[in-house]
């Protein structure tokens, strides 16, 4: 099975996370689509650090700084960033510092928010933080990061900078072109009748990643991204974009055309990190229904996009959410989830 992915299991990779991750079957949220199936994967469950999709893609980020020597690793986000607080997590667990540049993406001031959840553990972790004054110039965060690492140099340190901006090689989405494989594997050996996945789309390494994977490997599911960072049509050619770049990271032909690309924003606004009535809603519903924690930023948003294409598939049908964690952000989003509680 794996000819068919080329170079991907001789490149530099850690291993960080749990996996193969379960899938659960949600049979108390199905009651209310008549003659439909639905599955959850736990990605929230990859085990670093209240896990998360991430730490699939920082095996690959952390195995080539760990194969240049590095010791120090570099990498910017939103302040609720789940990306840097699991950089932070996987560059103590190989023994190396981390340094969080945290951007002003997200147009809140609330201590709640600028404190807790992911940067609460982010001090945790012992992370040094710096911050960036902006939140739409992703060139010029890698440029300041770029700075501190020249800095780090000039004191004898060997810096790895994990850069946000495209033009990079997106070594992350490998990390979901292996969870491509384990799913696969997965739905053979426990004869899971899967007709669609529903998954986040922000910097697109997991939807790519995934997307790639699985038609890499022949399997036609439809693979449904919810943005949650940009619109649909931006969105659909950083996508693209990526599966190109893993196309050439396996030396392989790319095997996604871009029709297959599939994107829903309708659960975007108002924004990044903002929450809409649909996503509060879908929080709401899932843990009520399965337990499941999702967050205000990613899956939220995604678990919104689920009901809705839930809502308008066929019965006899078998939708699978991909849960890709984010649980820390629930605390720092306190007051517009359970209002007035505080
Ligand atoms: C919890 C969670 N879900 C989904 C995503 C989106 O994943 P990607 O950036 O690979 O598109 C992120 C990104 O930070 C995340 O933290």
């Not at 693209?240 to 095997?255: F, Y």
């Amino acid at each position: 099975m794996s000819a068919a992915l080329g170079r991907l299991d001789t490149l530099p990779r850690v291993h960080l996370g749990h996996a193969p991750t379960p899938i659960d079957e949600m049979a108390n949220l199905a009651r209310a689509f008549d003659g439909l199936t639905l599955y959850v994967k736990r990605d929230d469950c990859t085990g670093l650090a209240i896990g998360g999709n991430k730490v699939r893609q920082l095996e690959f980020y952390m195995g080539e700084a760990q194969a240049q020597g590095a010791d120090t690793i570099l990498i910017t986000g939103a302040r609720q960033s789940n990306f840097v607080r699991l950089a932070a997590a996987a560059a103590r667990v190989l023994g190396m510092d981390c340094h969080i540049q945290l951007e002003e993406r997200v147009p809140r001031d609330d201590p709640l928010y600028r404190e807790s959840g992911n940067v609460l553990l982010d001090r945790l972790l012992g992370a040094t933080l710096h911050t960036y004054p902006q939140g739409e110039d992703e060139a010029g965060a890698d440029k300041q990061l770029e700075t501190l690492a020249d800095d780090l140099k000039s004191k004898g340190r060997n810096p790895y900078v994990i850069h946000l901006a495209p033009g990079h090689k997106p070594l992350g989405a490998l990390g979901y072109v292996v969870a491509a494989r384990e799913l696969a594997n997965q739905i053979r050996e426990q004869a899971l009748p899967v007709d669609s996945i529903v998954v986040a789309s922000g910097s697109g390494n997991t939807h790519a990643g995934l997307l790639f994977g699985l038609r890499a490997l022949g399997v036609a599911i439809a693979v449904h991204g919810v943005c949650v960072r940009r619109p649909a049509d931006q969105q659909h050619a950083r996508i693209a974009a990526r599966c190109h770049e893993i196309a050439g990271l396996l030396g392989i032909a790319n095997p996604v055309s871009d029709a297959d690309v599939r994107l829903d924003d309708a659960f975007l606004a108002p924004g990044y990190g903002q929450l809409n009535d649909a996503a509060t809603d879908a929080i709401a519903r899932a843990a009520r229904t399965e337990a499941l924690l999702l967050d205000p930023v990613y899956t939220g948003k995604v678990m919104a996009g689920f009901l809705h294409q839930a809502s308008q598939a066929a019965p006899g049908q078998t939708l699978l959410f991909w849960h890709t964690g984010g649980t820390p952000a629930l605390f720092a989003y306190a007051d517009d989830l359970v209002p007035g509680q505080g």
